[in-house]
């Protein structure tokens, strides 16, 4: 009874979503927890989440970071929705206390995920950054790069890089303004 409870209760909040999507276009944020957060970005394919870093001028008596470092900060982080440890499949190894989690990436998903990158650096200051561990993560990092060299090569105005995670991330904390959308 429980499982058709909230497949019930699921199939209501999907018109709900769905009917404010039709009217509006967006669904700007949601609490729902997990399960059913991640089955509504798969069924409404929202596959990305932006997060905009632009700061409010009458906080800048508040913030914790320099002004030095907020002044003409304007920065876009582009996150992908839905693949990854999140929705990956997770299962106990033969080798007992170990185990197995696996990972599927749709290379044109990635390639979605990359035009909206571009197109959104092509209306901004021109620049995108991917952040990935290309070296650790082999094949996977290879698919991410490519998906998004391949969308460089359609918006040649954009200067694109590749960077490590953890050295980006300091660059990002050391000269925001250097970035664009990453």
């Keep these: 009874e429980g499982s058709v409870a909230g497949e019930n209760a699921f199939a209501e909040l999907e018109s709900f979503?769905?009917?404010i999507r039709n009217k509006h276009g967006v669904?700007?944020?949601?609490?729902?927890?997990?399960?059913?957060?991640?089955?509504?970005r798969r069924?409404?394919?929202?596959?990305?989440?932006?997060?905009?870093?632009?700061?409010?001028?009458?906080?800048?008596?508040?913030?914790?970071?320099?002004?030095?470092?907020l002044t003409g900060l304007d920065l876009?982080?582009?996150?992908?929705?839905n693949a990854g440890l999140y929705h990956g499949v997770n299962r106990k190894s033969d080798d007992a206390g170990k185990i197995i989690c696996e990972q599927t990436y749709d290379i044109s998903e990635l390639r979605?995920?990359?035009?909206?990158?571009?197109?959104?650096?092509?209306?901004?200051?021109?620049?995108?950054?991917?952040?990935i561990k290309s070296e650790i993560l082999g094949e996977l990092g290879a698919v991410w790069i490519d998906a998004?060299?391949?969308?460089?090569?359609?918006?040649?105005?954009?200067?694109?890089?590749?960077l490590p995670p953890d050295s980006g991330s300091a660059q990002i904390f050391l000269t925001p303004n250097a970035f664009d959308v990453v």
């Excluded at 669904?27 to 509504?40: H, M, T």
């Excluded at 998004?148 to 590749?162: I, K, L």
């Design 112 to 131: 979605k995920l990359a035009k909206v990158a571009f197109s959104h650096a092509e209306k901004r200051k021109k620049r995108v950054c991917l952040l």
């Design 27 to 40: 669904i700007l944020r949601s609490s729902i927890a997990a399960p059913f957060c991640y089955r509504l």
């Design 148 to 162: 998004f060299e391949h969308e460089a090569a359609m918006h040649p105005s954009v200067a694109f890089d590749v």
């Design 76 to 81: 876009l982080l582009i996150r992908h929705n």
């Design 17 to 19: 979503y769905q009917e």
């Design 43 to 69: 069924d409404f394919d929202l596959f990305y989440k932006l997060i905009f870093f632009k700061p409010i001028p009458a906080l800048a008596d508040v913030s914790l970071l320099k002004q030095s470092l």
